[in-house]
């Protein structure tokens, strides 16, 4: 991040043709200021105030007719100086309101300490006004916030406490002086700053368009109509200074970037017949994004970074804010969006908008230069491309004119995936790139554009700005529709069709949040209002077969416009079948894209008609069969990057959903397919020959379908339409093909088809385990009420049935984690019976309930014994579903392990009557460390204090923790009694660290008992046992019934009202959860200031919904 000018470089800067500025400047920076013979701190301070104002005098005259850099240079100066200026007339409004003993005559500074205080110590502070680092990363807000003019304060406090004449002072005067610094001066301050900041925006348009890039200006922001066509950043940029005349190549390039906004939404081969599609100009809408600075360390790939990132409505605003920063020029700016986000279109846009300006915009798109080629090299090419000719990026640059170059480059994504080069450094080269250009005299800034889940492959320079596009919001959806419906108002009339209302579309968010894909519900229901008359009953699988048919439809129409109805449903299956073939090749390589070439040998075996093959080509050579399939759908996105070897194209769908159903399409009819085999084999069985699983095997052997819970979801829905549909009993024709597959899965056929598919090389172990995990979710999706694994296995004992199954678990589980946690996440084992009755395992859907302890561990009751075993009743426990504890005993379900199932009985007490979440880590911020509830609670219950040295102060700890909150619930009340316990005990050892242990421990606890206790009703917490409690801590501490007689009265009265309560019209005893888990957030949470809402299971004192795998991830196996 470029720094901000000390307060003497910005006088110099704005000063320059003022001598009386320009001299005070020059002794700042030399250290000369002694010889100004102002000694006292006020007078220093006046000086400093007047200088300062008189610098930014005129300053609408000295930032105009100067080049775009001398200008944000100075801008940046007065901005600095407005801070310095801010903070002196502070203070010394505070040394006046303070009057005696504290005045400025008496703050006499050395010239030593002025030079201490004016170059090295406060306005290096100044210099870092606006950067701030909340919830684990940096943001960058121009406008300083509250903290920032504390922070201020303190530093300035520092200062003055090193002075000769403070230590003069006596005690009770540099008190007073401390608070009324620390209290006055950062109210004052900003006081002055912000109202000097909105008196000089009118002269400075920068400063307003900084306001709007803090976030806490941002998030107030009302954006009452949304903007098209980035026409708010035109009016900023050319507001700060007039338009600029052009040589040749930059009027050439000007008029071919503002030729994108007289272009189309779509281009027009894609566009519906009949409908008149708006121009960019039109109907780009200014997206929303979130902005950060990102340091070493964040990763900007992952939702967790950005989950406390205020959105920007206004990002017109930041981007102009950015471009006018001195931070412009210093390091480049990534723009991250998913696919369909809108990315390249905005680069467009800014093109378009930024050419007669004070800024000289060059776009690239990097999919069409050498991806190996230095940055300059890169940049000629891509204006080579843009006006047909070569020019030196070197020639350009110097052509500016004082304009800021600004270099787009366009798909850094595209340029890592379809070319498969590692530039992992890249947005390093491009900072040192920059740094170049500072030294030669012409700085460029550079704004980088890419796939969000690409950005991990990159390192990010410290401090790099970064913006993530957003989804639309429900504005921006009406917006799009309405201008939709003004550019076809005469087409619907004409039809006699309705025009689509946003209530409409977003019974559709998924895809209505996205641009591109909200176009595309636009034209689908454009054919005959499709989707205003499903009503939005429409299933998630009914509307993608319905989007991807109507699309199917049309490229039949356009290529074979004579076909009959049979014919032409034949072709659309086609086009359907090549798109889940595109789908199948993702999923089989478990990523959201697939290359060209990986994409032709799949097509080859599993369609190898999918394209068409001329005898001769042509001159213009042969289409391959990737393009023909997917060059003509724009919901699909292609990657393109220039290599030694000629183009090479990655694609991938611009919504993960449409991979997802069309991969649980394929699965599904794949098993119809084999349905319908069998049941030809069964019509004519003479004829008939071994059933054939090779089609379905090649599918599914390669990747788990429930590694995404939307495959799954499709697969059930696709399943039960087919099931409805049927006249007869599908169901259990289709659970009958499934048992029989699953039991022949582990003795392949000799001949199966599909071997040739290899999409990726496995181990024929790995495949094994994919493919039964697979028949397993399609058995649980046709039999949802559940099957027994003994009709799987067929063996007679349940014991061995049970070990069958946990062999295959077994392999299951060596599967990636993704892979098997969405397993996982998918079906359930209910181990049935076996506290007494006939035990048996059935398998089910997992539906996301709560979930029975006796379910996932009642197989262990009676592993190894006959006889009745005596503890608490595993079947009457019953835990939320997603917590940590309850994810581990699901896992061992599955996996039938003995050895938690036995360690997790010991624990049943601890659910049954503690928490029912006795594993989850906490964070414990103060410590920097991790714990959990029941081990901090099973230690001070059953471990004797050990009172020797300091060991106790860690035994303290753990009663800090736990009585954290202001309840008393099934934690806290244990903890009380033990702590009264620890008392005892440490007067009976009677050393002096035993003294030192009660004294701390008395401490925490009328600290505890001193707060807005709240009462919850449990066993543990009834008055009788409340007052228990207090009795014989009343006796080890001396003045207990003094001090809390009444505090204990009023808490066993809570109790006994809790206890007489009817338990629907009071909190749960589990919301003692919310304030313990506001104190300790689960560990891999960003922010502790954030709590989740307490538990609604009675039983979960201390668990955390928001504390299950992804927080605890490597606590369930």
């Known amino acids: 991040m470029a720094k901000r000018l000390g307060y003497a470089d910005a006088l110099k800067v704005l000063g320059q043709d003022d001598s009386v500025v320009l001299d005070f400047a ?16 006020s007078s220093l ?111 300035l406090i520092a200062f003055l406490t090193g002075l000769a004449a403070w230590a003069e002072w006596d005690s009770t005067t ?70 600029r005349t052009l040589n040749r190549r930059r009027t050439e390039l000007a008029a071919v970037y503002r030729m994108a906004l007289g272009r189309r939404l779509l281009r027009s081969a894609e566009a519906p017949a009949g409908l008149s599609l708006p121009t960019l100009e039109e109907a780009y809408l200014t997206p929303r994004g979130r902005f950060a600075l990102i340091s070493s360390g964040d990763q900007p790939s992952t939702e967790d970074l950005w989950q406390h990132v205020p959105v920007h409505d206004d990002i017109e605003g930041l981007l102009t804010g950015f471009l006018t920063s001195l931070q412009a020029p210093a390091t480049p700016m990534v723009i991250l969006g998913h696919p369909g986000a809108g990315k390249s279109v905005l680069t467009e846009m800014l093109a378009a908008r930024l050419s007669n300006t004070d800024f000289f915009a060059l776009r690239v798109e990097l999919r069409s230069v050498p991806p190996n080629a230095p940055l300059h090299k890169q940049i000629e090419e891509g204006l080579a491309g843009a006006l047909n000719t070569r020019l030196e990026w070197r020639e350009l640059a110097e052509s500016a004119d004082g304009a800021l170059p600004v270099i787009i480059l366009d798909g850094f994504d595209e340029l890592l995936q379809a070319s498969g080069v590692n530039r992992s450094d890249y947005l390093e080269q491009i900072e040192e790139f920059q740094r170049q250009q500072e030294a030669l005299g012409q700085p460029v800034a550079v704004i980088v554009t890419s796939r969000t889940v690409v950005a991990e492959r990159t390192r990010f320079p410290e401090l790099t700005p970064v913006l993530r596009l957003e989804p639309f919001n429900d504005d921006q959806i009406a917006r799009m529709v309405g201008i939709w419906n003004i550019s076809n108002e005469a087409a619907y009339a004409s039809r006699g069709l309705r025009p689509p209302d946003a209530d409409v579309l977003l019974s559709y968010r998924e895809l209505a949040e996205q641009p591109l894909l909200l176009l595309m519900l636009l034209i689908y229901d454009s054919e005959a209002n499709a989707l205003q008359d499903s009503g ?82 042509g001159l213009h ?113 289709y659970l009958d093909l499934l048992v029989d597959l699953f039991r022949e899965a582990p003795y392949p056929p000799e001949h199966r088809a599909f071997t040739a598919y290899r999409p990726r090389r496995l181990p024929i172990t790995e495949r094994q385990a994919a493919y039964t995990a697979n028949l397993v979710l399609l058995l649980t999706r046709v039999a949802p009420d559940g099957i027994d694994i003994a009709d799987l296995f067929e063996k007679r004992h349940p014991w061995q049935n049970l070990a ?165 619930g099934t934690i806290e009340a244990p903890v009380l009694r033990q702590a009264a316990e620890d008392l005892s005990y440490a007067a009976c050892v009677g050393s002096p660290d035993a003294a030192d242990y009660r004294a701390a421990l008395e401490g925490v606890l009328r600290r505890f008992l001193k707060g807005d206790i709240t009462v919850y009703a449990a066993r543990s917490t009834s008055p009788e046992a409340l007052q228990a409690t207090f009795d014989r801590l009343s006796t080890q501490i001396p003045d207990f019934a003094d001090t809390f007689g009444g505090t204990c009265a009023g808490l066993v009265d809570l109790a006994t009202e809790a206890a007489e309560a009817d338990a629907g019209d009071r909190p749960s005893a589990s919301a003692v959860a919310a304030d313990m888990y506001a104190r300790f957030p689960p560990e891999g949470a960003r922010s502790r200031r954030r709590s989740p809402p307490p538990p609604t299971d009675d039983r979960d004192a201390g668990q955390s919904p928001g504390a299950g795998a992804s927080a605890n991830s490597g606590a369930w196996h």
């Open 536 to 617: 939005g009953a429409l299933s998630r699988s009914e509307l993608y077969e319905r989007l991807l048919s109507m699309f199917a439809r049309r490229e039949v129409s356009k290529h074979h416009p004579h076909l009959s109805d049979t014919e032409q449903a034949r072709a659309i299956e086609d086009e359907l079948h090549r798109l889940e073939v595109v789908a199948v090749a993702m999923f089989a390589r478990r990523r959201q894209h697939v290359a060209a070439a990986e994409l032709e040998g799949d097509l080859a075996v599993l369609m190898p008609d999918a394209g068409l093959h001329p005898a001769e080509a």
């Open 621 to 733: 050579g042969a289409v391959g069969d990737a393009h023909q399939v997917l060059g003509r759908f724009f919901f699909v996105h292609e990657s393109r990057s220039e290599t030694d070897s000629g183009t090479a194209s990655v694609y991938e769908f611009l919504h993960a959903t449409f991979g997802e159903y069309l991969v649980a399409r394929a699965v599904t009819d794949a098993l119809e397919e084999l349905l319908e085999d069998r049941r030809h084999a069964r019509r004519r069985p003479r004829a008939a020959r071994p059933m054939d699983d090779g089609y379905l095997y090649a599918l599914t052997s390669f990747a788990v379908l429930a590694s995404s819970a939307a495959t799954a979801e499709f697969i059930q829905d696709l399943l039960e339409r087919r099931i409805d549909r049927s006249p007869d009993d599908e169901r259990g024709e």
């Open 174 to 243: 540099r008190t007073a002086a401390e608070g009324m610094i620390l209290s006055r001066l950062p109210v004052l301050a900003e006081r002055r700053f912000t109202e000097a900041y909105r008196q000089l925006a009118a002269d400075v348009p920068e400063f307003g368009v900084w306001a709007s890039m803090s976030e806490h200006e941002s998030t107030r922001r009302s954006i009452t109509e949304v903007g098209t066509g980035l026409t708010r950043l035109h009016g900023l940029v050319e507001e700060m200074a007039p338009r």
């Open 804 to 968: 069958e199954w946990r062999a295959l678990a077994g392999q299951w589980r060596s599967l990636a984690n993704q892979q098997w946690h969405g397993q996982l996440n998918a079906i359930r084992l209910r181990h049935l019976g076996y506290g007494g009755g006939a035990p048996r395992s059935v398998l089910c859907p997992n539906d996301g309930g709560a979930v029975n302890v006796g379910e996932c561990i009642g197989f262990e009751i009676t592993s190894d014994t006959h006889d009745p075993v005596s503890m608490t009743d595993l079947y009457s426990i019953t835990l939320p579903y997603g917590t940590v504890t309850s994810n581990m005993l699901r896992s061992a379900s599955v996996r039938i392990t003995g050895t938690t199932a036995r360690m997790a009985m010991q624990l049943l007490p601890y659910m049954s009557e503690i928490s029912r979440e006795p594993v989850a880590w906490l964070k414990d911020e103060e410590e920097g460390a991790v714990f959990a509830q029941g081990h901090d609670l099973l230690q001070l219950r059953l471990v004797l204090p050990d009172l020797a040295g300091g060991a106790w102060r860690e035994r303290l700890r753990r009663y800090e923790r736990l009585l954290g909150t202001e309840v008393i």
């Open 26 to 41: 020059e002794k700042l920076a030399e250290g000369g200021v002694g010889a100004l013979g102002v000694p006292g701190l």
């Open 45 to 155: 301070g006046g000086l400093v105030a007047r200088m300062g104002r008189q610098a930014l005098t005129g300053i609408r005259e000295k930032i105009t007719g100067i080049s775009r850099m001398d200008r944000t240079a100075r801008v940046e100066a007065a901005y600095n100086i407005l801070a310095a200026v801010s903070v002196f007339e502070a203070l010394d409004e505070v040394l006046q309101e303070s009057r005696a003993p504290l005045a400025g005559s008496d703050l006499q500074l050395s010239a030593a300490e002025q030079t201490e205080l004016l170059n090295r110590r406060f306005f290096r502070i100044v210099r870092a006004l606006g950067a701030t680092r909340d919830d684990g990363h940096v943001r960058w807000s121009p406008i300083p916030l509250s903290d920032d003019w504390e922070f201020v304060a303190q530093r």
